[in-house]
């Protein structure tokens, strides 16, 4: 998982770049601060499914546009990266559930 990460984690550098922003007004725009980005973009396991629809946003696009595959196809990437917003998705239901002591029945 972590190699997939980093490389959504360039991508979204790449667009940063290709826009001419600097990761301080990139954080500006979405609301948040260079550190808050900076840590996200770093320490990508805090990297959560709402972070990634939010940087998104910043650049106009959808989460599921951010990462750009061939029309109509569906290939191994994109379907790695569904993987990872199910991963993502599927830990952050566990901290919620163990934060809050909920058991499955």
Known sequence: MDEL???IIEIIEKKIRERGW???QFAEKIGKSQG????KLKEHRKLTVDDMEL???GFGESLANLFPTPQNQIDARE???LD???HVCKAEIEVYLDK???TGG
């Open 100 to 102: 809050n002591k909920i």
């Open 84 to 86: 990872l917003i199910r």
């Open 55 to 57: 940087i998104a946003k």
């Open 5 to 7: 990460m980093n490389e």
């Open 79 to 81: 379907m790695t990266i």
């Open 22 to 24: 600097t990761k301080k």
């Open 36 to 39: 808050w980005l900076n840590n």
